[in-house]
């Protein structure tokens, strides 16, 4: 739950590729193309009756999958992504991958992570003072709503580049679209280059965030995929600190453009390696003949594969529906415009239609919506929503909270809202290590959820001026210790009930329910706030200052103004404690909910062998991690 999803730990014999992965003997018995595998088990028929054990449990639980292997009567029906270059590419690769390419891999990943996210922590503090340059510092929130739109809706298209074209090709677009839109801001003169700057930046860095997740779980087992994400998320624990400080002392020592503009070098620089490792594999393997050389395209066989009608009905009812949720949520009246109420229903309308496109008439449907009856997947997603939907139901409003209610500087505000962001991140390391020592995941959700209701329910209590700021880290602390655990193995509990062509849409597609579940909660919360907030000042606030309400409600530095022990102040404390009382009540009951769908999670023993459970064994031979 980033306010925003590795590296090989040397010292950790369990992340060992090579203790895990099948030797590959370059001596062949055919020709110098062929490549034979060794297969290191000892026990050969204990390795064929978990084989045997594996196999049943996949019948049981997707019988739509096999059913469609043994009944493919109709080749409309045939799901083609099997077809498509890209997951093909990336099936093969796997039998390229040695342990030092593959340590050379990680290692490229986790400097690019941690440069992405320490651009990213200098980068919100000073976009501001970007805008308010421009003198439209009201458009902040404007800016960051449509771009974070964008960026929600933008994850099931490129996930159909990753399928159609390959990881590489997708991680290129990113990277250039990241640049470009750097570029932009860096040199823009008027706010509107700006606001189209941030949005093609948000695309470009939330792309390679999610083809650096698709990889992961692309060149890891299941039992080690849990880890390998956490390891991934790791540089949010130093950065979340040292960012800000950075783009303090670039707005003090230089300016914000060059604060900004000079990732447009250090991010290409650090992508560099992992292009070249990537590109180097990629091309071995054309060579060795395990993929396929680009052919000449075909424009309607492309647009077939790319599922264009498909993807833009998905992406334009999830556009409709967030935005509407977004702008009307924090104005209850807006609701009562026609052209709110109409973009809602259209949104709903074209997602409707998605869904029957796909299932009906699509010949490469991006979402396999058969996939959908496995209890899971359709587990998984709720899960999500709920997490990020309780989650912003409180979160918008607190650093507000803490600063008018308990006196906290603007950096302390940050730090505790930040607890969150820290503990998530240390907590999924923990859990990585103990999926992949003990190869299940199911019970560390089981305990994840009672905690987040617990955390939530604490802050139900706390939310008053008589417990002070260490009373409100310790909630927080409980929701981190279950988001992170919760965050880092959804993931993996999808990925493992289906096959490796539906990781990066079902990836894509869990982001994207990620982000509705947040904009409902905002827009819950905003609704809250709008609603109750300026009734209770009226209420609480002395006469001689009622007729301030509105200037008091539209400004955090106007309620800041106010003294501590003023009459004026006790008012609006007293009316902050009553909104988040009520914030806190709905995060609790929704959370709540969450013990529903967690017991419809599958719980298989995962392999260390494999990326899915429903891999064929020569598909098992190419694994790595």
Request: charged share 15%; aromatic share 12%.
């Amino acid at each position: 739950m980033q306010k925003s999803e590795g590296v090989i730990n040397r010292g950790l014999s369990f992340m060992d590729p090579e203790s895990f992965r099948p030797r590959l003997n370059s001596k062949s018995e055919n020709s110098g193309n062929d490549i034979q595998f060794v297969d290191e088990t000892s026990d050969s028929t204990k390795s064929n009756e978990k084989d045997k054990d594996t196999k049943e449990w996949t019948q049981n639980i997707s019988p739509i999958d096999n059913q469609n292997e043994v009944d493919n009567k109709d080749d409309s029906d045939i799901s083609s992504t099997q077809e498509l270059s890209g997951v093909e590419k990336a099936r093969k690769l796997r039998e390229l991958w040695s342990r030092k390419s593959m340590y050379i891999a990680y290692t490229t990943v986790f400097l690019l992570t941690f440069v992405l996210s320490f651009q990213m922590q200098v980068y919100y503090s000073l976009y501001a003072y970007a805008i308010s340059s421009f003198r439209a510092h009201s458009l902040v929130s404007t800016i960051s709503t449509v771009a974070s739109i964008v960026n929600a809706v933008m994850k099931p298209p490129l996930a159909r580049v990753c399928d159609v074209f390959g990881r590489l090709e997708a991680f290129t677009i990113s990277v250039v679209l990241y640049v470009i839109g750097l570029l932009l801001i860096a040199c823009c003169k008027n706010v509107q280059t700006y606001a189209g700057g941030v949005v093609m930046y948000n695309v470009g860095y939330s792309g390679m965030e999610f083809i650096i997740t698709v990889f992961l779980s692309d060149t890891s087992s299941l039992a080690s995929r849990p880890l390998m994400i956490a390891i991934n998320s790791l540089p949010f624990v130093v950065t979340v600190w040292i960012g800000p400080l950075v783009g303090q002392a670039f707005y003090k020592h230089s300016t914000w453009r060059w604060g900004i503009g000079s990732w447009c070098i250090i991010v290409p620089v650090c992508a560099l390696p992992f292009f070249i490792i990537f590109w180097m594999h990629q091309r071995k393997a054309t060579k060795l003949g395990l993929v396929k050389p680009a052919t000449a395209i075909n424009p309607r066989r492309l647009f077939h594969q790319f599922d264009v009608i498909g993807i833009f009905f998905m992406t334009a009812g999830f556009c409709l529906l967030l935005i509407t949720l977004t702008l009307a949520g924090y104005n209850g009246n807006k609701w009562r415009q026609a052209r709110y109420i109409v973009m809602f229903v259209l949104g709903g309308v074209f997602i409707v239609f998605f869904v029957v496109y796909e299932i009906k008439l699509a010949k490469y449907p991006s979402i396999p919506f058969r996939l959908m009856r496995e209890p899971t997947i359709a587990a998984c997603c709720t899960i999500a929503f709920l997490l990020y939907f309780t989650f912003y139901c409180w979160d918008n409003y607190l650093t507000s909270f803490l600063q008018v209610v308990h006196y906290t500087t603007i950096n302390s505000a940050g730090h505790i809202a930040n607890t969150y962001s820290f503990g998530a991140c240390a907590t999924a390391i923990i859990v990585g290590i103990l999926v992949r020592v003990f190869k299940r995941q199911k019970i560390f959700l089981l305990l994840a959820v009672p905690l987040t209701v617990l955390g939530q329910a604490l802050m139900i209590r706390y939310r008053g001026t008589q417990y002070n700021w260490a009373y409100q880290v310790m909630p927080q602390i409980f929701v981190a210790l279950a988001g992170g655990t919760i965050m880092t193995l959804i993931v993996v509990c999808m990925q493992s009930v289906v096959k490796q062509e539906y990781f990066a849409i079902l990836t894509a597609l869990l982001y994207t329910v990620i982000s509705t579940g947040g904009a409902v909660g905002s827009s819950i919360s905003g609704t809250i706030w709008i609603n109750m907030m300026p009734s209770r000042l009226k209420r609480y606030l002395p006469d001689a200052y009622k007729n301030q309400t509105t200037a008091i409600f539209e400004s955090l530095v106007t309620q800041l103004s106010y003294p501590r022990g003023s009459d004026a102040r006790n008012a609006i404390i007293h009316a902050y404690e009553d909104v988040q009382r009520v914030l806190t009540i709905v995060s609790t009951a929704f959370s709540a909910i969450l013990i529903i769908p967690v017991w419809f999670v599958a719980n298989p023993k995962l392999s260390s062998k494999t990326v899915s459970l429903f891999e064929d064994e020569k598909q098992r031979r190419g694994q790595i991690a």
